[in-house]
């Protein structure tokens, strides 16, 4: 009798070890299915979409037509007069991706500078060496005080960085100090350091702490627990994500452009206007090229290096 | 041979004692009451049923875990250091001089054989010089780490990426990296555990080869008794967390051995598990 209400007490508190769910019962699913149904069609409601609204304007459907039309004979020479002395239009979006690459790789570089320290700061590993035992009234304080407070600004800067998108950058530093180049390469470096910096911390932080602890028994510094314990086992997810991100950062660079940055979306939007469609097509395989070319590349370093 | 082996040998080894200690996690008594001594130098199995309280008996002895009770003390040629009660620097001074080969390695997998080595030494460098020697080892931390490998059978894996060795070689590895440590004691958590039987003589041959050879104080948590009987002079058997016997290995008799595992299934019987 005594046995059995210990066995019911045990098998209580860890209930799902074979359901497997965590939203547990299949009536707890039922529940969640609801909630998502009732909030899409809140939304419908309280936006007023109606079908209508993806009904073609005037003139939409023959524009949309031609568009796609060129899209298999992308333009090889400009669609219209240009002054002697132009560049080839193959040399023109040359020109234009490798300056999107140009943009999209310094911000990334100040980002990666960025996001390794803010994800270092914003990782609680980088703050878990508080000494044990009863000495350093100022190394105490420094964990006690200095720690959360430096942490907590961390997390802080990251949300609020990552918060604004670029484009929202860009509109604030082209209002403040116009159209240069830095403009463009701060407005997608700090969103972008933000971001780093969040899913840098969080890699940081589920990197499997074994070593780590081994290190620090065996007398390490708490900096050299860190770097040569824990980081060398999140870097190559550091790495995939940073690759990953510089791939979204040449996206950024492109439309960019269209704020008048001289980057491919500068190039796609003149030619837009002019309804010179084939150079459209012209310059987004530019881009299509550039964006395969990088995760080409960052899978030929990802095969050799993380293995 | 016996000269550079003298130069290798750690200047004392250390020795442990442990006072009444206990180590209480909630309601659980992981160890209870116990008093122990290990003179420096000495050779000693830790020998009982899983759960008997070894690896936490080992995690107190190199300050990983400080006694709810009682007193560690490690003693080595410059006096007695109570654990629980060291600064920072005299643990850090301590921990660099104390081996540890943990059951599941510990070791970076993804970084050479050489930089895991070279990790023995952390204890004694600052963050510069340990960043240093991981990115650009010296000419001779490379030979130094070869020839320990070298002992540990496995010198020709020095520049190999740790992960791509089987599971027998990286416990070489986390040997290795204890030993360039030069520790004045050497505890290993289970080293037996994940390796072959044939594998396991080997491990647990050379380690109390190498205590012998460089004169470091050896203490190893074996599940395998026979193991135990075999190698090492003195065998202590935990049991629910108290010293169950602590004896020459050759004053133990096999019937007290067999009681020691024995007990652990009526026990697992009567707890219904």
């Known amino acids: ?307 | 041979m016996t000269a550079a082996r003298r130069d290798d040998a750690p200047p004392g080894a250390f020795g442990f004692e442990v006072r009444r200690a206990s180590v209480v996690y909630g309601p659980r008594r992981v160890l209870d009451q116990v008093d122990l001594a290990f003179a420096p130098g000495e050779v000693v199995a830790l020998v009982g049923p899983s759960g008997a309280g070894k690896t936490t008996l080992l995690r107190l002895l190199n300050a990983a875990l400080a006694p709810t009770e009682g007193v560690v003390l490690a003693t080595g040629p410059s006096g007695a250091v109570q654990l629980d009660r060291a600064t920072p620097r005299e643990l850090r001074a301590l921990r660099s001089r104390i081996g540890f080969v943990h059951q599941d390695l510990a070791l970076v997998p993804n970084v050479r054989v050489l930089q895991n080595v070279l990790h023995g030494r952390l204890g004694r460098q600052g963050f510069v010089a340990a960043l240093r020697s991981s990115l650009f080892p010296s000419r001779a931390e490379e030979e130094a780490a070869a020839r320990l490998l070298d002992r540990v059978g496995i010198g020709e894996k020095l520049f190999q990426r740790t992960d791509t060795l089987s599971g027998g070689q990286r416990q070489r590895v986390a040997i290795a990296r204890a030993l360039y440590q030069e520790p004045a004691a050497l505890l290993c958590d289970e080293p037996v555990s994940s390796v072959d039987p044939a594998r396991a003589r080997d491990t647990v041959l050379l380690l109390t080869a190498l205590a012998k050879e460089r004169g470091f104080t050896l203490v190893v948590s074996l599940h395998d008794v026979r193991l135990a009987r075999e190698f090492f002079p003195r065998l202590v058997a935990l049991r629910g967390g108290s010293v169950w016997f602590d004896r020459r290995t050759a004053e133990v008799r096999p019937s007290e051995l067999e009681e020691l595992y024995r007990l652990e299934r009526v026990e697992l019987l009567a707890d219904g598990s």
């Open chain 1, 1 to 307: 009798m005594a046995a059995d209400r210990d066995a019911d007490r045990a098998a209580a508190p860890r209930r799902p070890p074979e359901g497997g769910s965590r939203f547990g019962s299949a009536s707890g699913r039922r529940w969640i299915l609801l909630g998502i149904t009732l909030a899409a069609v809140l939304a419908a409601l309280t936006l007023d979409a109606s079908l209508s609204g993806l009904v073609p304007q005037k003139g939409g459907t023959e524009l949309v037509l031609r568009f796609f039309a060129r899209a298999l004979r992308p333009a090889l020479d400009y669609e219209s007069e240009v002054p002697d002395g132009t560049a080839p239009l193959w040399m023109a979006a040359l020109a234009a991706a490798r300056r999107t690459v140009v943009f999209a790789v310094a911000a990334m570089s100040l980002a990666l500078v960025g996001g390794v320290v803010l994800g270092f700061l914003g990782s609680s590993a980088w703050w878990a060496g508080a000494p044990r035992g009863g000495n350093g009234a100022v190394q105490r304080a420094f964990y006690r005080g200095f720690a959360p407070a430096v942490w907590a600004a961390a997390r802080v800067l990251i949300v609020g960085m990552r918060s604004v998108h670029e484009l929202l950058w860009a509109v604030l530093f082209l209002a403040a100090m116009g159209l240069n180049n830095v403009t463009a390469v701060v407005a997608i470096a700090i969103p972008y350091a933000g971001t780093l910096g969040k899913v840098f911390s969080e890699m940081i932080d589920e990197a499997p702490r074994d070593a780590a602890l081994a290190l620090r028994a065996s007398g390490a510094t708490n900096l050299s627990v860190f770097a040569l314990g824990l980081v060398p086992r999140a870097l190559p997810d550091m790495w995939a994500y940073a690759f990953y991100r510089f791939e979204c950062a040449i996206r950024s660079s492109a439309i960019l452009g269209f704020f008048g940055f001289p980057t491919l979306g500068y190039s796609i939007s003149a030619s837009f206007e002019n309804l010179h469609y084939g150079e459209v097509w012209t310059y987004l395989y530019a881009l299509c090229a550039l964006v395969l070319g990088v995760e080409l590349w960052s899978g030929a370093l990802r095969r050799r290096f993380v293995a």
